[in-house]
């Protein structure tokens, strides 16, 4: 069983910079490939970004290129997710998730159902 505790989310002012961490316990674990997922009222939830299990490639949805970077401390068995220039269309709850094995590709890892283990998640609000 793998436990993921997101925190760093807050409100901000449209222009501004957030960074989420996502501690995981359960596991080893550099064997986790990462991902965060967004879902805002009344909205399905998308992608944001992913990292395999190495950290050597790195996956964002087009909505957050350029802005947002996923990054990962294996040491620290966190996944980090750098928000800058954040516009009020960002404003949601943003979870982590761990996908433990098969493949990590951008497409895979660009669905939630193929992820094994959700975080709670933390409420992100970008203020006009």
């Known amino acids: 069983q793998v436990q993921l505790v997101e925190s760093g989310g807050g409100l901000v002012q449209a222009g501004g910079s957030l960074r989420l961490s996502c501690g995981a316990s359960g596991r080893t674990f550099s064997s986790l490939a990462m991902g965060w997922f967004r879902q805002a009222p009344g909205k399905e939830r998308e992608f944001v970004a992913a990292?395999?299990?190495?950290?050597?490639?790195?996956y964002y949805a087009d909505s957050v290129k350029g802005r947002f970077t996923i990054s990962r401390d294996n040491a620290k068995n966190t996944v980090y997710l750098q928000m800058n220039s954040l516009k009020p269309e960002d404003t949601a709850v943003y979870f982590c998730?761990?996908?433990?094995?098969?493949?990590?590709?951008?497409?895979?890892?660009?669905?939630?159902?193929?992820?094994?283990?959700w975080g709670q998640g933390t409420q992100v609000t970008v203020s006009s």
């Open positions: 990292i395999p299990w190495s950290g050597s490639s790195t």
């Open positions: 998730l761990a996908k433990v094995k098969g493949f990590a590709t951008a497409q895979v890892m660009g669905q939630s159902r193929n992820y094994d283990y």
